[in-house]
């Protein structure tokens, strides 16, 4: 998936990790991770009243077994076999009696398809993907596919990304098939390749060779949800993805590593613009419901009257940087790297505002002709969703209004991701309504590890959102509006 390299500033470093986090599902904004810091946000987790975790037998509960077995099943993009992991979900929905396909793309990859037939055939879709980002064993507290429970937390590569949603998924599908009641619309559970390298093998390969399948596909929930906390009891925000950017990859080619680096050098330095800013009908949406969750008076003034910051350039760099990026559009180096073929590459992800389309202009105005200097630019082609997913939805308002009934003091509304990409990207664009969906009510500690060493979750807020899972999906399948 797409990644920001790091920020030149504190601040940006902090909204850099809380875009990340809202991938899988919770968003906060706190920075720096010391093991102090850590220490010291850990304490409310046991200083809260009402938290009876302590209480609770979790090594026993199935929803953590199914958990640590997974996670210990190395599905990783370098080291592991999604092939096993694909292996091992068919396997729990067949013991469920759901009928599941395994497709092998080659000797790791694969997809896993299972259907819970219902009265309406056009299906719910449990979308998950099934690789997760590579570990580097020497940098953890416990072996990353260990799956290491120290009560609250469980640690391994993938417990966030996202692991922890394809295990609430399963849940939700084999108990409405162990209830005996036929559900009113089918659900499909769809656990997919690659998505950490660009989908090729998952959904990328399915809207190109099932296209018959993606036609009937009804709603499809997948990862992209956040949760803004100060604390385990106190939630600013909690957002369901409905809206991205467009995202494009510009390969830059070159013989010489040094001359790549250095273009990579002016794009960051080059910076992004702060005056053809547009205000898109996502971000609109969103400021609605968030204003009103700011802290600080100003940000919330600013929010609310979002179209006094498009000609102000002092108003505008007074926003946080990922509010930021909601107003314009963005050229993000990558690394540089061997090319396959020989020599070196890089990869500029172009990130568009919705409904923005790529023309010569836009390429230039974001990656002008004099940095490259005439290196070979080649745009590699991708379905791209012009837009969001609407919010009138019946499957985007049954999720929000089980939140209010669960939560009513907890803000909750729509979200539009500025910095990341899910697969929700590439359902949209074959007219799919989708929506990111976390139901993990989980502290920032748990999140400041997401993809990097000692990926962690606390148990409490994993089978508590395992339970919300199962109730959105028994809902939605029981609902046919």
């Not at 719910?124 to 120290?150: R, T």
């Not at 690659?194 to 596909?217: A, N, T």
């Amino acid at each position: 998936m797409p990644r920001m390299p790091q920020p030149r500033t504190w601040m940006d470093r902090r909204r850099r990790q809380a875009a990340r986090i809202a991938l899988y599902g919770s968003l906060v904004l706190v920075g720096g991770v010391t093991a102090g810091l850590v220490k010291l946000l850990d304490r409310p987790l046991y200083g809260t009243a009402n938290e009876e975790w302590i209480e609770r037998d979790y090594l026993s509960m199935p929803e953590v077994k199914l958990l640590q077995e997974y996670v210990r099943i190395d599905t990783s993009v370098t080291t592991g076999d999604e092939a096993a992991g694909a292996r091992f979900l068919a396997a729990q929905l067949e013991a469920a009696g759901i009928p599941a396909r395994v497709e092998l793309l080659g000797e790791r990859r694969a997809n896993v398809y299972a259907l819970l037939e219902g009265d309406d055939p056009r299906p719910l879709v449990l979308h998950n993907h099934i690789d997760v980002q590579p570990a580097d064993p020497s940098q953890w507290f416990h072996p990353p596919f260990e799956a290491k429970i120290d009560l609250p937390w469980i640690y391994g590569r993938g417990v966030f990304d996202m692991k922890s949603v394809a295990i609430a998924q399963l849940m939700a599908i084999t108990d409405l098939k162990k209830s005996g009641v036929r559900p009113k619309r089918s659900v499909l559970f769809l656990a997919t390749s690659g998505e950490e390298r660009g989908s090729d093998f998952g959904v990328l390969w399915i809207l190109r060779e099932h296209p018959e399948l993606v036609r009937g596909f009804w709603a499809v929930l997948t990862e992209g949800g956040v949760l803004e906390a100060r604390a385990r009891d106190d939630f600013k925000f909690w957002g369901v993805e409905y809206a991205q950017k467009r995202f494009f990859d510009l390969l830059v080619c070159s013989d010489d590593r040094q001359r790549l680096e250095q273009v990579r050098n002016d794009l960051i330095q080059l910076g992004h613009t702060e005056t053809d800013l547009r205000l898109v009908p996502e971000a609109r949406t969103l400021f609605k419901t968030y204003a009103m969750t700011r802290d600080s008076p100003e940000l919330r003034r600013l929010l609310e009257e979002p179209e006094s910051v498009l000609g102000d350039i002092a108003t505008f760099r007074e926003l946080p940087g990922y509010i930021r990026s909601m107003f314009r559009n963005e050229a993000v180096p990558f690394p540089v790297q061997e090319a396959p073929g020989g020599g070196y590459q890089m990869v500029i992800k172009l990130h568009l505002l919705p409904h923005q389309e790529l023309t010569p202009e836009i390429i230039e105005r974001l990656v002008p002709s004099w940095v490259t200097g005439g290196l070979p630019r080649v745009l590699r082609p991708a379905p791209v969703a012009k837009g969001g997913s609407p919010t009138d939805h019946p499957a985007f308002k049954l999720v929000v209004r089980t939140l209010q009934e669960h939560y009513p003091k907890v803000p909750v509304g729509p979200y539009f991701l500025p910095w990341t990409a899910t697969d929700s990207r590439f359902f949209r664009s074959a007219g799919v309504p989708s929506y990111g969906f976390s139901p993990f009510l989980i502290m920032n500690t748990d999140t400041l590890q997401v993809d990097q060493a000692n990926e962690r979750m606390a148990l409490p807020g994993y089978v508590d959102g395992v339970a919300l899972y199962r109730e959105v999906v028994r809902r939605l399948a029981a609902d046919t509006e």
